[in-house]
């Protein structure tokens, strides 16, 4: 059936990516997390090991840095939202809002607190210990220029995430209040219409913070970032409305059935991105092109090639159920989705790891000592450093995922023991959220 998720036999899902009783998993979101936080992984360590510095390679791993927290803020526009739109579609009952509020809170909080503890401890990240400490804690450190680097720094997007999930249940009541659209697909021009006004008001922002008319904060939160959130919700409409919106299941029958094609392109895009952002330096690539003046084309012109990158890349794993085809070949790779399982814990806790790896004392930072080893590797400065961290942050982040997240996740449904209900069908989750509970990321 277009529009339904690749079908899966080997079980119930883990609890970290098992969604919503009653909703349907799309198991290859699993790998398309691991390439978002590989690919933030490689960008911070080519920071610490200087492969920036190289003319195209640099620009190159500046753009998957840029890349990585959208399409994690993708990813959970599509999997929170998915839930919502589909009980519309159905004039069904939306979901339990204190359920949805439950999910979230044991999906993201215990391991970002514990990291977070243990971070401040040692290597003694900074911030979380100060009078500041309840910003960390609250995710309203991206609020405040004082605080938005410190702490765990890739955790702007988290605060990002928190934002989002406050606000769905809102606008989910707010849509089903005002009962807008009709005839037998009404529902979904008005969905459509109602993210692309946010889309625009958020390209708004983005615009304006790159014309320094407002600050790169407001630009850098959920204000300027929902342009991605929206284009994963607008996913989630058009996959709902794929199995009955003839238009609409054209559309997708034809991206469904060839895949390739959409990697192909976004691939395209990606390289033209890379040409057109090919002097921009920062932690982030959207970020810093934000903070200096630009011409207004070339900030549009950017964020409609980061969109084709990420639906093209999110698609394969949406429409279609042809498991041969090379893209679904390579997100059901085993280890892939492995990584994407924990990499929750890989993202919160890479960053520092790399830099404590890399260099011997970064103040700003943390207060430890490192071990300097991006001076002392005579060559092969940043794969080498890649292989250290990615391997150091898998194993934390598997005794998280063991230890910590599942312990938590098996309680996001309240069944007898404490054991989340068997499924009908399998879904996922965010980046930072891998689990659909109905989501990430950076």
């Not at 690919?39 to 840029?66: C, K, N, S, T, Y």
């Not at 995710?139 to 995430?161: H, K, M, N, S």
Request: aromatic content about 10%; hydrophobic content about 55%; proline content about 8%.
């Amino acid at each position: 059936m277009i529009g339904a998720p690749v079908a899966r036999t080997d079980g119930a899902p883990s609890p970290a990516v098992a969604p919503p009783p009653g909703n349907p998993r799309f198991p290859l979101f699993d790998g398309l997390r691991a390439i978002a936080v590989l690919a933030v992984v490689a960008f911070h360590v080519a920071i610490l090991g200087g492969a920036l510095e190289r003319p195209v390679a640099g620009d190159a791993l500046v753009q998957l840095g840029a890349l990585g927290p959208i399409v994690f803020f993708a990813i959970s526009g599509f999997l929170l939202y998915r839930p919502w739109v589909a009980a519309r579609a159905a004039r069904a009952p939306a979901p339990a809002a204190a359920r949805y509020a439950r999910r979230r809170a044991l999906r993201i909080l215990p391991a970002y607190w514990v990291a977070l503890t243990l971070l401040a401890v040692f290597p003694g990240i900074a911030g979380v210990f100060s009078d500041d400490w309840w910003r960390y804690y609250l995710f309203l450190q991206a609020y405040d220029p004082a605080t938005l680097g410190r702490g765990i720094p890739v955790a702007w997007t988290l605060c990002v995430e928190v934002a989002f999930y406050v606000a769905l249940p809102f606008w989910g009541l707010l849509l089903a209040r005002l009962r807008i659209g009709h005839g037998p697909d009404g529902w979904l021009r008005a969905e459509l219409a109602a993210l692309a006004a946010i889309a625009v008001a958020a390209v708004t922002i983005q615009v304006a913070a790159s014309r320094q008319e407002v600050s790169a904060v407001l630009a850098q939160s959920i204000a300027g970032q929902a342009v991605w959130l929206a284009l994963g919700m607008a996913l989630a409409v058009v996959s709902v409305a794929a199995a009955d919106q003839r238009r609409i299941a054209g559309i997708t029958r034809a991206i469904g059935a060839h895949p390739g094609w959409c990697w192909v392109v976004a691939l395209a895009a990606f390289a033209a991105l890379g040409a057109l952002h090919s002097e921009v330096d920062g932690l982030f690539a959207l970020v810093a092109a934000l903070r200096e003046p630009q011409p207004l084309a070339e900030t549009l012109a950017g964020i409609a090639l980061t969109g084709v990158v990420v639906a093209l890349l999110l698609a394969p794993a949406i429409f279609g159920a042809d498991a041969g085809a090379l893209p679904r070949r390579v997100l059901a790779i085993a280890p892939l989705a492995w990584l994407g399982l924990v990499s929750y814990g890989v993202y919160l806790w890479h960053l520092t790891i790399a830099s404590w790896l890399a260099r011997p004392s970064m103040p700003a930072q943390f207060e430890a000592s490192g071990l300097d080893l991006a001076d002392r590797i005579p060559f092969a400065v940043t794969p080498i450093l890649f292989v250290l961290t990615l391997g150091a942050a898998c194993a934390v982040a598997a005794l998280s995922y063991r230890w910590i997240e599942l312990p938590a996740l098996r309680r996001k449904e309240t069944g007898a023991a404490g054991h989340t209900p068997p499924s009908s069908e399998p879904h996922a989750g965010s980046p930072v959220n891998p689990s659909e509970d109905g989501a990430s990321q950076p």
